[in-house]
């Protein structure tokens, strides 16, 4: 019997052999499981426990019982051989019992030879190469993945342009300075950077809200989900605390069970977990004093296990609605909008080829050109400025004027025709979540995406032709980041983004980048809208006139270098390709 | 010594007297604790356990012994005893260690007798009064804690508004339905309303992050966090599912391990519990498709356990900063706009007093007056438009042309004086989170807070003389909701919530309720501005257009119902007090 039961414990210290390598290279934050020692171990253990049963027993001679004092009759040998037995078991129970989880893993886990070299079916612990990577996670060949450091590359596609050249060598360490502490005052009133992300660790003996729960500056809400799951005690006590807030219950508890109300923690301390229940069903949060955009981390802790979640404290955005008013008439529900300069005549063709179609729609002109202009119409808007003061500008100004829900963008130069559809651009508004769609001048749509790629230095911008994906409900159209001079758009989020007054002269796609992160923007090309010719006038005034204009649709080196100063300091960017 | 421990035993069986009633009196989902039951079960295992041993022992008389057959001499005699002991404690042992827990309640819960009716101590499960909740929850007498509906209660000190009266009875079905379609469209624009708290489940065997997962859209990020921690299984299979955005993994595995690469399932399944924890540590979330402001549930799932969390596509909002240049000088800061209309000669007056103190600071005057001014003035950049546009419309044409960071508004008949400190401002804003904070017009602070209740038939809004909190770090400044038309301000933030234009005349308030949610607006009473004296002008021609100008400033009935039933459609707003 000893033999099978040694044999036995000698089995099980085979399976200490050969546990394959691998496991635990790549070093980790786990111990390493001690195989190998721990099989020793058992063995040694089992080798001791059969030695003591072979003391206990004897072996075949009795001599060592017969040292050990015991006399024995024949009668009372089958009771020894009880006891023997019993023992043993007894031995071997504990035994057991101590080294059941090993004893488990020994039984259960397939066993491994231990051989210098990894055994196939063994896995080893790497990650993909980069290289894989990218081209898992890239979009129109740029890779967007989180990254220290992004990169402008030229190629024969596309140039690239570092924004920081923009500036005078000796100038650009005060500049970064400068626009480091712009940007930290800027984030810090953003609510950002938004704090890492929240981990819950697994069998936490808690329920609680992962995602969700909001409070207003000042208000209270119930917090939704909390349980307590954890292994029966005597006592249940549990904690809960936040920082931006107060806590409470509106359980009907005595001060014995809760304490805490309205502070900071509440502490609920029951033997009733039918209580505990309850009030952990009935907790509420007080946001105390007004703040904007923050989030609380609550923790709910009881013994040594900790849940947290997030209690978001925001303002919600006051709606800016517009009434389309009972019928619905275009003139209530869209306000066409535009600047001028130096091209009276092209404003003029312009607004008559307007109403010849939509007779009736407000017409909204800004104008910063010398001598303002006498428009005989009564539903145009005629708003004279400083000269010169800027293409960008004018537009902020028209659209700022704009009192319906959506304001329809022409330049002073294009000519409205049989296809200049505007009711088709707001059923697409109307039915989309977009903010702006574009139409198409004279066939072209001029789309192109914005890719971005963030990192601390500032972003990587990548732009590129054409769109994202079709547009839901509407095959024709598409997603895109920006589009032509001819589109329609929520006046109210048009409005929030704006056109910067500082981009004077030519400039175009700033309004597109300041939009990204605020407007949805698609382009429907069948609505389309014509062009004046740009052949020179006959008569010689308007001729001057365009030749002074010319001068000032020029793109100077002076004036690019001005936007890509504006690019690096105010968008926060590095370079764009 | 077995009567000891028999007597030990016997101890522990009056241990089960005595715990009271009440624990499970209520009915709930977990079984009574079957004490008693238990505690005779042990007393008899015991019982039986000091009978075995006495049986193995023998009593007193050495009678049983020698009825099992043990003869012994006087030197077998003390191993024997020592055998006897070995036994005893074995045995004790095992049964020790098969009813441990039962044993150890027993020693360490304080038993309760079963009694018929609720002991005191007990707690019944109710709820705060509402009357009680109301005081808990309230500020300003205004209960702020979520409700169905809200109401606006007139009282000594406030009247009230139902801004649906505004509107003729017959007309208020249709318009009503017309809010809700444009509130509907409002919220879908804006991600609203956000979706049900996500909530966590005790015991998952799950580790995962709660809060903060963000990616933008068409970017891929690793989600931090996933572990797995259930019990020890042959193989493991863990299911990822996401749909808004595709998964995958950069740990190098073959496809054996992992399925699903780049779809919206990712199943692993392995036998390798380093290896799993390997690949959980290195998954990534795709958002595939360009979307704005959406919040995708991932699921994970091993067996029949479930944990959700929530990754947010967002685009973060463009930086627009604004370089103060490298010596900060108050002109790159500061543009000052103001709106002007029939009273030139105040206009002037006010101009000159902030040139006697800053000679260099943009002005920009936006005006609506019948005939253009001719200022001359480097610095004042004038923009007329037509004919009595309009207050806010005035206002809102003012500050889109602004190139500096900040604008401080002031009303034309201001007059700076000593006392009226821009730099103050300016020192208050650079420091602390406000968007606007206003100073005092001739001691007029006229600070008021904004509170909101919101409910499905549009929001309750109550605004009430005051301030919030004093401002962190300037002790002699508040946080509050509205002020004064003096005051500083950030250009990005204020051109983001505008002046509406159609607000033509009489409005202040509405300016604050539709900057809620966006402007954080503080008050600073000892930077202080003049007011130009309201005494009527000698000279004709000035007094006729101040006759005129009279006529526009009143408040009509008409206008006012304008202005309720603006706050009606546009604001969701159902009543004030």
């Not at 721990?38 to 426990?49: D, I, P, S």
């Not at 923009?166 to 984030?187: C, I, M, N, T, W």
């Not at 208000?219 to 029966?232: A, K, R, Y």
């Not at 300091?569 to 590095?574: G, S, T, V």
Request: aromatic share 10%.
């Amino acid at each position: 019997m000893l033999g099978r039961v040694g044999a036995g414990l000698g089995a099980q210290k085979d399976l200490g052999r050969g546990r394959g390598g691998g496991v635990g290279d790549e070093g980790g934050d786990r111990p390493k499981r001690p195989a190998p020692a721990t099989r020793r171990e058992f063995a040694r253990v089992g080798a001791g426990a059969g030695q003591s049963a072979a003391w206990l027993l004897g072996s075949e001679t009795s001599g060592s019982l017969r040292a050990a004092g015991l006399g024995m009759t024949s009668g009372g040998s089958r009771f020894l051989w009880l006891l023997k037995i019993m023992v043993i078991f007894l031995v071997l129970g504990i035994v057991g019992f101590m080294f059941r989880s090993m004893f488990l893993q020994a039984v259960f886990s397939s066993p491994k030879p231990e051989l210098p070299s990894p055994a196939p079916g063994v896995q080893k612990l790497k990650l993909l190469p980069e290289e894989r990577l990218r081209n898992l996670f890239s979009y129109d060949g740029i890779w967007l993945f989180p990254k220290n450091q992004c990169k402008c590359e030229a190629n024969k596609e596309q140039g690239s342009y570092n924004f920081q050249d923009a500036y005078g060598q000796s100038d650009l360490p005060a500049v970064k300075a400068r626009r480091q502490a712009e940007f930290e005052h800027f984030q810090r009133r953003e609510g950002l950077p938004r704090p890492l992300p929240l981990l819950a660790q697994p069998n936490l003996p808690f329920g609680y809200p992962v995602h969700g729960v909001e409070v207003m500056p000042l208000h209270t809400v119930p917090i939704p989900g909390l349980q307590f799951e954890g292994p029966d005690a005597p006592v249940y006590e549990v904690n809960l605390t936040a920082s931006l807030g107060t806590l409470n219950t509106f359980a009907d508890v005595p001060d014995s069970v809760v304490q805490g109300r309205g502070q900071k923690q509440l502490t609920i301390s029951t033997s009733d977990r039918k209580l505990l229940k309850f009030i952990l069903q009935h907790v509420t949060y007080t946001s105390t004093g007004y703040q904007h955009q923050k989030v609380d981390i609550v923790s709910l802790e009881s013994r040594s296990s900790v849940a947290k979640f997030p209690v978001t404290i925001r303002h919600p955005v006051m709606p800016k609605l517009y009434d389309p008013g009972p019928e619905r008439k275009l003139r209530n529900l869209v306000t066409i909008a535009t600047k001028t300069f130096l091209r009276p005549h092209k404003l003029m063709i312009m607004l008559r080829s307007i109403r010849e179609y939509y007779p009736d729609l407000t017409v909204i002109v800004a104008d910063d050109s010398k001598k303002p202009l006498e428009i005989k119409d009564n539903h145009v808007e005629y708003y004279t400025m400083p000269f010169g003061k800027g293409w960008f500008a004018g537009r902020n100004l028209a659209i700022s004027q704009v009192t319906t829900k959506y304001v329809l963008w022409v330049d002073d130069d294009f000519l409205f025709n049989e296809e200049t559809k505007i009711e088709v651009l707001v059923d697409v508004l109307e039915k989309t979540e977009l903010d702006v769609v574009g139409g198409s001048v004279l066939g072209n749509v001029f789309q192109f995406k914005l890719l971005l790629e963030q990192s601390d230095s500032g972003a990587c911008l990548h732009k590129r032709t054409g769109f994202f994906q079709p547009l839901d409900g509407f095959p024709s159209c598409v997603v895109t980041s920006g589009v032509v001079n001819f589109f329609l758009a929520h006046t109210e989020r048009l409005q929030r983004v704006g056109f910067d007054p500082r981009l004077q002269r030519v400039a175009h796609s700033e309004f597109f980048i300041d939009g990204l992160g605020t407007l949805l923007v698609g382009s429907c090309p069948e609505v389309i809208i014509g062009h004046q010719s740009r052949s020179p006038v006959v008569d010689s005034e308007l001729a001057a006139l365009e030749k002074t204009y010319n001068t000032y649709r020029s793109n100077t080196l002076a004036q690019v270098q001005f936007k890509l100063a504006l690019h690096y300091f105010k968008n926060h960017l590095q370079c764009a390709t």
